[in-house]
Nanobody, 123 residues
Framework: QVQVVESGGGLVQAGGSLRLTCAASGSHWTINAMEWYRQVQGKQRELVAGITRGESVNYGNSAKGRFFISRDNAKNTMYLQMNSLKPEDTAVYYC?????????????????WGQGTQVTVSS
């Protein structure tokens, strides 16, 4: 079983920055695709950004030009640098991980999910 733990969320003023971390551990599986999603209560989970072990990246429209994704394969850890934050970025940010190098259209395809970390951007 893989444990996925997000950290780095918090309260920040508009225009500020945060760095989220997702760490996957506890399995013999090789973690490949890792993606960030976010969700506002009452709405569907939205893609933020993803990265494979080979460092192919995938950004959602809301993240392009402001957010930057990276990873440390040796640590099975993924990072999301979020800059120029806006109040509409407020959400719970979830990390998904999978042994396949695929960015799934259907979020239910991901094998492992974390519990999420809250990001709140004040105006």
């Amino acid at each position: 079983q893989v444990q996925v733990v997000e950290s780095g969320g918090g309260l920040v003023q508009a225009g500020g920055s945060l760095r989220l971390t997702c760490a996957a551990s506890g399995s013999h599986w090789t973690i490949n695709a890792m993606e960030w999603y976010r969700q506002v209560q009452g709405k569907q989970r939205e893609l933020v950004a993803g990265i494979t072990r080979g460092e192919s990246v995938n950004y959602g429209n809301s993240a392009k030009g402001r957010f930057f994704i990276s990873r440390d394969n040796a640590k099975n850890t993924m990072y999301l640098q979020m800059n120029s934050l806006k109040p509409e970025d407020t959400a719970v940010y979830y990390c998904a991980a999978d042994p396949d190098p695929i960015f799934f259209e259907d979020i239910h395809e991901y094998d492992w999910w974390g519990q999420g970390t809250q990001v709140t951007v004040s105006s």
